[in-house]
């Protein structure tokens, strides 16, 4: 945000431009998506649900994609300056890329999603 509020294009602040605006409010109901799939899968586990697996499958691959994408936009939004290390913006989108492997791939996820659904 103090980014898009200092650096100006076209004689006034990037926040200013409708369609960056729309990529923030994107980038925002990205996180609260993720969010709420967390608290859901988290809730789940804590009560011992039937529907645990899926739900925290579901929670994991929600927020590692989620905030994968959410990253990767906000370096697009910082142009050449989201590479510098300075911004730290490089490191996040490549912790995020690694977390959509690790622990279980996010195809893995779908995978359990899927065999939950057809097992109902």
Same mark, same amino acid.
């Given at each position: 945000?103090?980014?898009?509020?200092?650096?100006?294009?076209?004689?006034?602040?990037?926040?200013?431009?409708?369609?960056?605006?729309?990529?923030?409010?994107?980038?925002?109901?990205?996180?609260?998506?993720?969010?709420?799939?967390?608290?859901?899968?988290?809730?789940?586990?804590?009560?011992?649900?039937?529907?645990?697996?899926? /739900?925290?499958? @579901?929670?994991?691959?929600?927020?590692?994609?989620?905030?994968?994408?959410?990253? #990767? %936009?906000?370096? =697009? *939004?910082?142009?050449?300056?989201?590479?510098?290390?300075?911004?730290? /913006?490089?490191? @996040?989108?490549?912790?995020?890329?690694?977390?959509?492997?690790?622990?279980?791939? #996010? %195809?893995?996820? =779908? *995978?359990?999603?899927?065999?939950?659904?057809?097992?109902?």
């Amino acid at each position: 945000m103090a980014h898009l509020k200092q650096r100006t294009a076209f004689g006034k602040p990037l926040i200013d431009q409708s369609s960056l605006l729309f990529r923030l409010a994107d980038m925002e109901m990205d996180l609260q998506t993720a969010r709420t799939m967390l608290w859901r899968g988290a809730d789940a586990l804590d009560r011992g649900a039937p529907d645990v697996v899926a /739900l925290c499958a @579901i929670a994991k691959r929600v927020a590692t994609d989620n905030g994968f994408r959410v990253a #990767n %936009e906000a370096l =697009q *939004l910082h142009g050449g300056y989201g590479y510098l290390s300075e911004y730290g /913006l490089e490191k @996040i989108v490549r912790d995020l890329r690694v977390h959509q492997i690790l622990e279980g791939s #996010n %195809e893995i996820m =779908q *995978l359990i999603v899927g065999r939950t659904l057809a097992e109902a």
